[in-house]
T-cell receptor
């Protein structure tokens, strides 16, 4: 079974703190993703990495950075947490598709981290 | 980019078939139709995808209209475990692998 694990299920941090959310996958996937999910707004992509040390901004990258030093690990960093970053954060991974041929691989999601910034 | 529209919610009864519709009237010839679902308190999971022909797997069937402007996800015998938010998403050949989730459709399964 594919496993995507996230470091914490619940996290409470204070405004201004630096926050690290860790995601690890065990399937040798090239692609890794960070999303946030908010009521009424659905899931939105924050950052995407298609290889080690490679990253691409998603739809809402402001206030976030990422790190991918090893293939299996993708970290989301909140440099200075703010209350509007209170959310459910979901990590996902997949094999790299052959998009030129229309071949897309399914994304596997972790259980999520519910972050509260007070 | 082509978009999808789904009803906000649907109800079904346990052990009955349920048809979940998705409209994508501006779909292009290179758009693949993907379905994901999100069970309560879990991350989304892949269900099925297709291009033109109907597709079956162990979870569901996908029926694609001849003009491809709509598709239907079919759960042959709904169970309580199928209660989830279902997302219909288009991915374009030659485009990005990033999933763009809309609001999805909440399926309630009554015992």
């Amino acid at each position: 079974d594919v496993k995507v694990t996230q470091s914490s299920r619940y996290l409470v941090k204070r405004t201004g703190e630096k926050v690290f959310l860790e995601c690890v996958q065990d399937m040798d996937h090239e692609n890794m993703f960070w999303y946030r999910q908010d009521p009424g707004l659905g899931l939105r992509l924050i950052y995407f990495s298609y290889d080690v040390k490679m990253k691409e901004k998603g739809d809402i990258p402001e206030g976030y950075s990422v790190s991918r030093e090893k293939k299996e690990r993708f970290s989301l960093i909140l440099e200075s947490a703010s209350t509007n970053q209170t959310s459910m954060y979901l990590c996902a991974s997949s094999f790299r598709g052959e998009v030129w041929a229309g071949k897309f691989y399914e994304q596997y999601f972790g259980p999520g981290t519910r972050l509260t910034v007070t | 980019d082509a978009k999808t529209t789904q009803p906000n919610s649907m109800e079904s009864n346990e052990e009955e078939p349920v048809h979940l519709p998705c409209n994508h009237s501006t779909i292009s010839g290179t758009d693949y139709i993907h379905w994901y679902r999100q069970l309560p308190s879990q991350g989304p999971e892949y269900v099925i995808h297709g291009l033109t022909s109907n597709v079956n797997n162990r979870m569901a069937s996908l029926a694609i209209a001849e003009d491809r402007k709509s598709s239907t996800l079919i759960l042959h015998r709904a169970t309580l475990r199928d209660a989830a938010v279902y997302y219909c998403i288009l991915l374009t050949q030659g485009g990005s692998e990033k999933l763009v989730f809309g609001k999805g459709m909440k399926l309630t399964v009554n015992p």
